[in-house]
Nanobody, 127 residues
């Protein structure tokens, strides 16, 4: 049974930073890529960032490019999302997810291709 548990969310002022963590437990093969998605109230879930198993390739939504950085430490079974220069529009519940379908077209931004999801962590950016 694979479990993904996010942590690190909270309340921060505009321009501030947060680092989210996603702890991976259970049996997960070493070909799983990881992604972060977010969902704001009244909006659909949207792609934020993704990273390959080896960590050598990362993908970002245009809205966070240059401000957010995704990374992973496979020895610790943890994926991170460093968020800098936060804006009120970044306010959302952030979810981490795992997929082994990384061969598909634009797999990284397609939520339906992810097999496992965490419960989410709230990020609130005040203006």
């Amino acid at each position: 049974q694979v479990q993904l548990v996010e942590s690190g969310g909270g309340l921060v002022q505009t321009g501030g930073s947060l680092r989210l963590s996603c702890a991976i437990s259970g049996s997960i093969a070493n070909n799983y890529a990881m992604g972060w998605f977010r969902q704001a109230p009244g909006k659909e879930r949207e792609f934020v960032a993704a990273i390959t198993w080896s960590g050598d390739v990362a993908y970002y939504a245009n809205s966070v490019k240059g401000r957010f950085t995704i990374s992973r430490d496979n020895a610790k079974n943890t994926v991170y999302l460093q968020m800098n220069k936060l804006k009120p529009e970044d306010t959302a519940v952030y979810y981490c997810a795992a997929t082994n379908k990384w061969g598909r077209f634009r797999w990284y931004e397609t939520a339906s291709l992810y097999d496992y999801w965490g419960q989410g962590t709230q990020v609130t950016v005040s203006s």
